[in-house]
């Protein structure tokens, strides 16, 4: 019910409604592409799917962890006055943008399907890719959420350490350009594994090293874990904070 009472807030008294979740991250390949391609000249390609395929599964990440950080804190009325499962409220945030990217990646799949972009032997892959991905999100938006309660200065600290994750995750450039003594170390972000997956899955392109999987698997399921046991611990006082 709250996921569905966000998706409506969100989305009220819009002329395009549910299609701004895709139409927003459309503009943003636009620009990127132009900027990228064209003045940075990166060789890439079918560079826009490439750049698309990595933007939709970060703006999800991004968009859940901002407004997943904060939800404790923007539903402090419902805190004070209901007794329900707290994890409802991280939950919801994450599963209001869930469909938001769900939805995207459909009409995004489907198009590159017409036209003959999909190889199904990869597409295979996206579950996984998926899976990882809502694992790593949920650990983190417990864990912050939890904190940012007690302390309001975590929400700020996320939004500035998602600007230099964008940067140091291969989004708007493939794994081959990174260098390779950094390889192994640049491997071990958690997202770099996960973006890898979609890209190679929808377009084919770099398939992720084991180090680069085996690090999201293990980062994604430890700080699922951190997460849980944070905000459980936290959660009987989270009314006291509000």
């Given at each position: 019910m709250l996921t569905v009472k966000e998706l409506k807030a969100r989305y009220k008294s819009t002329y395009f409604g549910f299609l701004w979740a895709f139409i927003n991250p459309l503009l943003q390949m636009i620009i990127l592409s132009i900027v990228f391609k064209f003045f940075f000249r990166i060789q890439v390609e079918n560079y826009s799917i490439f750049l698309f395929s990595g933007l939709l599964p970060w703006m999800f990440f991004s968009l859940s962890l901002?407004?997943?950080?904060?939800?404790?804190?923007?539903?402090?009325?419902?805190?004070?006055?209901?007794?329900?499962?707290?994890?409802?409220?991280?939950?919801?945030?994450i599963s209001a943008n869930f469909v938001n990217f769900a939805a995207s990646m459909v009409i995004f799949i489907l198009v590159l399907a017409i036209f003959g972009f999909i190889?199904?032997?990869?597409?295979?892959?996206?579950?996984?890719?998926?899976?990882?991905?809502?694992?790593?999100?949920?650990?983190?938006?417990?864990?912050?959420?939890?904190?940012?309660?007690?302390?309001?200065?975590?929400?700020?600290?996320?939004?500035?350490?998602?600007?230099?994750?964008?940067?140091?995750?291969?989004?708007?450039?493939?794994?081959?350009?990174?260098?390779?003594?950094?390889?192994?170390?640049?491997?071990?972000?958690?997202?770099?594994?996960?973006i890898g997956l979609y890209h190679y899955s929808v377009i084919g392109q770099d398939f992720p090293s084991t180090l680069a999987i085996s690090a999201s698997f293990v980062f994604s399921l430890a700080l699922c874990l951190i997460g849980l046991l944070v905000f459980e611990k936290k959660k009987a006082n989270f009314a006291d904070y509000v």
């Open positions: 901002t407004s997943g950080t904060s939800t404790l804190i923007d539903n402090r009325d419902i805190l004070k006055k209901v007794v329900f499962p707290r994890e409802i409220l991280p939950l919801s945030a190889n199904f032997n990869q597409i295979i892959f996206l579950p996984i890719a998926i899976v990882l991905q809502l694992v790593l999100t949920l650990g983190i938006v417990l864990l912050t959420s939890a904190l940012n309660i007690v302390y309001r200065d975590v929400a700020y600290i996320i939004q500035a350490g998602l600007i230099l994750w964008f940067y140091v995750s291969p989004i708007f450039y493939p794994l081959s350009f990174v260098p390779e003594k950094f390889a192994n170390l640049y491997s071990l972000n958690p997202t770099v594994g996960i």
